[in-house]
């Protein structure tokens, strides 16, 4: 198993970018497939990218497609999302969290942080 913990979410303005982290303990980092997820007050948590077990594949949120980037670094046991082009509506907790399957669900996310929050003022 793995346990996830993010870090770099802060008040950033609108245009800005961000990276954040995500530290994954576990001897088996490598194996899972490590997905972003974030939560807007008041809405339900969503889906925003996902990176494989090999770093080969990515896949992102529509919302999101063009201006972030995921990628890893298993030997650091480190995942990260660059976000550029930031916008008022990307405002929410992000999440890191790892998967056996390749999938977009949050159900098939086993393990998980307890989020950064990220605030894009206009």
């Known amino acids: 198993q793995v346990q996830p913990a993010e870090s770099g979410g802060r008040l950033v303005q609108a245009g800005d970018s961000l990276t954040l982290s995500c530290a994954a303990s576990?001897?088996?980092?490598?194996?899972?497939?490590m997905g972003w997820f974030r939560q807007a007050p008041g809405r339900e948590r969503e889906f925003v990218a996902a990176?494989?077990?090999?770093?080969?594949?990515?896949h992102y949120a529509s919302s999101v497609k063009g201006r972030f980037t995921a990628s890893r670094d298993n030997a650091k046991n480190m995942v990260y999302l660059l976000m550029n082009s930031l916008k008022p509506e990307d405002t929410a907790v992000y999440y890191c969290?790892?998967?056996?399957?390749?999938?977009?669900?949050?159900?098939?996310?086993?393990?998980w942080g307890q989020g950064t929050q990220v605030t894009v003022s206009s």
């Open positions: 969290a790892a998967a056996r399957p390749w999938s977009v669900l949050i159900e098939e996310y086993d393990y």
């Open positions: 576990g001897r088996t980092f490598s194996s899972y497939n």
């Open positions: 990176i494989d077990w090999s770093a080969k594949s990515t």
